[in-house]
């Protein structure tokens, strides 16, 4: 009996050694051993294996990205408007040892210096420079805290400024301001609508007399040059005839002089197609002075074709 209690304690002290031993740590995390109070190593992730007694577990630590909401903070702006500031911090922790023994809790402390460095950053800004600046309030807290954590193990990956609300009475009348901005904005609109309106109306007004104006310009062009056109053919015409008649009478002249005629006549007959080239109303025949003193001797011819005639 007393070798069965004996076997059962051997067993239970082995479970216990082991289980005081033997520790595995999971993926992204490390536990931080201490050796009689002191820090003696990190345990990194698997199978790690312990003194027992003499060793122990102070802490794990998660060396993933971490995430923690800072409490709505009510902050005071430069022209004395209160407004409530809600955050994200983003971080990681980088060094677990100085992250266990550089402050009692890191966490807090990254809360703590995002409210305190909050309420500095704001008290500078206006209500409206509080609500367009986001960006720049959130970088303004990363390199306070970045400041701050360097000694704590902890590296600050990024701060989010998540919502700024202002006091009610702040919000009506801000609301109040939009609208009124919308509709100076659509007044603008439409008055920039109407004078364009004017502006095309009045420049197709103008390109229309334009294009009429030059319009009658080509017809009256286009009139005058076939007035001037029809009066060259006319004058073509009237000299085309002129050459004919006269290319007749040269014939005729010559047919005469072939039939015997002495000059006299021949004078007379080209008197005589002058006479019948005069008549017409467009035309006009200049005879030399010398050629009158012929006219009296050619009566006498005149009255022998005359006798002819008869």
């Given at each position: 009996m007393?070798g069965i209690?004996l076997?059962i304690?051997?067993v239970?002290?082995?479970?216990?050694?082991?289980?005081l031993?033997?520790?595995?740590v999971?993926?992204q995390?490390?536990g931080?051993v201490?050796r009689l109070?002191?820090?003696?190593?990190?345990?990194?992730p698997?199978?790690n294996?312990l003194?027992p007694?003499?060793d122990r577990v102070r802490?794990?630590?998660?060396?993933r990205?971490?995430q923690?909401?800072v409490p709505?903070?009510?902050?005071?702006t430069?022209?004395n408007?209160?407004?409530?500031?809600?955050t994200?911090i983003f971080?990681?922790v980088?060094?677990?040892?100085?992250a266990?023994?550089?402050?009692?809790?890191?966490?807090n402390g990254?809360r703590n210096?995002t409210s305190?460095?909050?309420?500095?950053?704001?008290?500078?800004?206006?209500l409206?420079?509080t609500?367009?600046?986001?960006?720049?309030?959130s970088s303004?807290?990363?390199?306070?805290l970045d400041?701050a954590?360097?000694k704590?193990?902890v590296?600050?990956e990024?701060v989010?400024?998540?919502?700024?609300k202002?006091?009610?009475?702040v919000?009506e009348?801000?609301e109040k301001q939009?609208?009124a901005?919308?509709?100076?904005?659509?007044i603008?609109?439409?008055?920039?609508?109407?004078?364009?309106d004017?502006?095309?109306?009045?420049e197709?007004?103008?390109q229309?007399?334009?294009?009429?104006a030059e319009?009658?310009k080509?017809?009256a062009i286009r009139?005058?040059e076939?007035?001037?056109?029809?009066k060259?053919?006319?004058?073509?015409?009237?000299?085309k005839?002129?050459e004919?008649?006269?290319?007749?009478e040269?014939?005729?002249?010559e047919?005469?002089?072939?039939?015997?005629?002495?000059?006299?006549?021949?004078?007379?007959?080209?008197?005589?197609?002058l006479g019948?080239?005069?008549k017409?109303?467009a035309?006009?025949v200049?005879?030399?002075s010398?050629a009158?003193?012929?006219?009296g001797?050619?009566?006498a011819v005149?009255?022998?074709?005359?006798?002819?005639?008869?």
């Open positions: 007393a209690i076997s304690l051997l239970i002290l082995v479970v216990v050694f082991a289980a031993s033997v520790k595995i999971p993926q995390q490390v931080v201490e109070g002191k820090f003696n190593r990190l345990m990194r698997g199978l294996i003194v007694i003499i802490t794990y630590h998660d060396l990205i971490q923690t909401t709505p903070q009510a902050v005071i430069r022209d408007v209160h407004v409530s500031i809600d994200i971080y990681q980088i060094d677990p040892e100085q266990t023994y550089g402050i009692s809790n890191y966490v990254v210096i305190a460095t909050m309420r500095q950053i704001i008290g500078k800004l206006e409206d420079e609500l367009s600046g986001r960006e720049k309030i303004e807290i990363r390199i306070a400041e954590t360097e704590w193990g590296r600050i990024r989010e400024v998540v919502d700024i202002p006091p009610q009475d919000q009348a801000m939009m609208k901005e919308r509709n100076k904005r659509a603008i609109l439409e008055a920039e609508a109407a004078r364009q004017t502006i095309l109306r009045a197709g007004d103008k229309s007399k334009i294009l009429k319009g009658d080509e017809a009139e005058a076939g007035i001037r056109q029809a060259e053919l006319v004058a073509i015409g009237n000299a005839a002129l004919i008649v006269a290319e007749a040269k014939k005729r002249v047919a005469l002089r072939e039939s015997g005629l002495n000059e006299q006549v021949l004078a007379y007959k080209s008197f005589e197609a019948e080239i005069a017409g109303p035309n006009k200049f005879i030399p010398n009158v003193e012929v006219l001797s050619l009566g005149g009255e022998i074709f005359k006798e002819k005639r008869d």
